[in-house]
């Protein structure tokens, strides 16, 4: 988890940004976007407690991240996902993003593989 290792690079504006949902000073939700070159960032941390899955709530941190990219002009994003994670899966497709690769990361401990997925910026909600 480099980002969380030097969060102000990822995350300090104007690089980016960390979004903390809370429910009685608990943290229950979050999602991350980083600028990483020209017009282009990236989703990270896209976490729920799961009595929040189903409910929007990961939609509405995504479209959070999302207004944050028209914001700065930010015309392409993209995320890395692992592949385990089905139901954001669903939820990406849903949003318009496209599975567009996969990767094996080296040197994990769990042997992790990932999906990429990506979309404009600018388009419609579906």
């Known amino acids: ?22 429910h009685h000073e608990v943290v229950v939700g979050s999602v991350g976007v980083e600028l990483i070159g020209v017009g282009t960032a ?13 409910r929007g709530t990961g939609r509405a941190l995504v ?12 015309t392409h994003v993209v995320l890395w996902s692992d592949t385990r994670f089905d ?22 401990i769990n042997q992790s593989e990932e999906y990429r997925f990506e979309r404009p910026v600018s388009m419609a909600p579906p």
């Open 87 to 108: 139901r954001a899966h669903r939820l990406y497709e849903r949003m318009g993003f496209r599975q567009t690769g996969h990767r094996a990361l080296p040197g994990d």
């Open 1 to 22: 988890m480099p980002d969380l290792h030097d969060f102000e690079r990822h995350y300090q504006p104007p690089r980016g940004e960390l979004y903390v949902l809370r």
């Open 42 to 54: 990236e989703l990270h941390r896209l976490y729920l407690d799961s009595h929040l899955r189903g």
């Open 63 to 74: 479209e959070a991240a999302l207004d944050w990219c028209r914001a700065r002009a930010v």
